[in-house]
């Protein structure tokens, strides 16, 4: 079974493509055709979206699913005059939420997602620059500045976490990754030590590790089965023996990674938009 | 005014807190005092938090607003039982649905965002590395593998806007950006000729242009007002001359931007979870 699915926002649609997204995942056998229309600013627009919609119903003999974040009340106007199955959240949401607050909303567009806050996107960008460049472990140079020091072995996840604490959390995260001469030593890397308050480390299931080296050099002693359950030993180990916390990034995904870490040190997001 | 909101997920609550910081931001002059309450697995653990809303009610005077994807039935009868002001979208939604669709929802948890799907998360891993790894314009090496080549002037957001592109899109963007010396030849860049087709500028305003790289290098060449001027006058005659689509990214967020260039240029997101 097949169903168009619009997402449409007066923003970038992330937010009504995130929200849609979780609740379609509900609905297993069916195939959702999904296409987003974002900017959608104006009347005209609006009616042009309404034309795409009803062309896809007549085609498809189905009603399209439309989820709709569109605030302005003219747009909105329009878009209820498809012939889709409109899911709007904005209309859904917004008037039991003036009566509790006991205010009226703005009715304002693109509140969400605009650089309104220049201290914050500043502090995105930093924090991304501050991820990029912190991403070697061979500088500790700027670790006095990092709010995280994500460590683990090479292909753990430590790169993607690092970006994505930044990116999504403002927050700057350094990326220490453990070397085969750190492993020898048995020692927590002298780098690391003046800031094991800061320290969080990545653990891998060592098959799994060795199916994501093996893809990138395959044959290898890198990717061998042994030695990534050699580096995954020593460095739980060193985590247990330095009271390091750690989580293990075999099975879930990046977002998940980064939201169990904030929670469990107690980060507190820097941007809330 | 103050009023304490919850976010409620049995995932990452990334979703539910983008939604509702949608919905929170057409109140202006409250102020909300967000928390994010993830992984919300067991009836247990729904009580405590039940137990957190209610002592946060009685403390504040005021009933905290909640905001839940939760999924699982069980678990949402327990939040029910709050005294919070209950936003409960799975509950809003999924019947309607249900019945536009003819079908049952599965009522599964954790669907959004785990590594359900191992392919989706090694292109979206690629994609990050790749990103990384042309970040500096120097070898056009892997830009027959890149889907898109983002170029412009030092500061213009070249690095986020490819690092959001990879992690949200899975798509392979390279970052090449514009030299002094490819500003004096006032040529396409001989590294980019071959792929003209995969760019796209960004383009920046040369007064916030001056303002960012004040902050990077006070008193600089650099930062001078009149080497931005000439820097963005050059790049914009270069984007023209080629007919290189680009966007001015002086007041748009890295969000915003990257909708932008994947709506031009018609670029698939990989990643729909």
Known sequence: ????VFFLSDGTGITV?????????????IDFERQTIPFIHSVGKAWEVVQEINTRCDLDGARPLLFSTLVDPDVRRVIRQSKGFLIDLFDTFINPLEDELGVDSSHAVGKTHGVRNYT???ERIDATNFAINNDDGVSARYYDEA???????????????????????????ANYPITEEDLESNELPALLRAHQAKLFGLTIDP???HQIRTERRPD????ALDQCLRETRTVE????????????????????IVTAIVQKIGLRKRLYG
Chains 1, 2 share one sequence.
């Open 1 to 4: 079974m097949r169903r168009a």
């Open 17 to 29: 493509e995130a929200i849609a997204h979780s609740l379609l995942a509900q609905f297993d056998g």
């Open 207 to 209: 098959h799994r590790l």
């Open 147 to 173: 709010d995280i020091i994500i460590t683990g072995v090479s292909r753990s996840g430590k790169t993607p976490t690092c970006l994505y604490l930044a990116m999504n959390y403002g927050l700057k995260a």
């Open 220 to 223: 290898s002693r890198y990717a």
């Open 120 to 122: 914050a996107y500043k």
């Open 237 to 256: 180990k060193m985590f247990l023996d330095h009271g390091i916390p750690s989580i293990d990034t075999s099975t879930i995904s990046i977002e998940e």
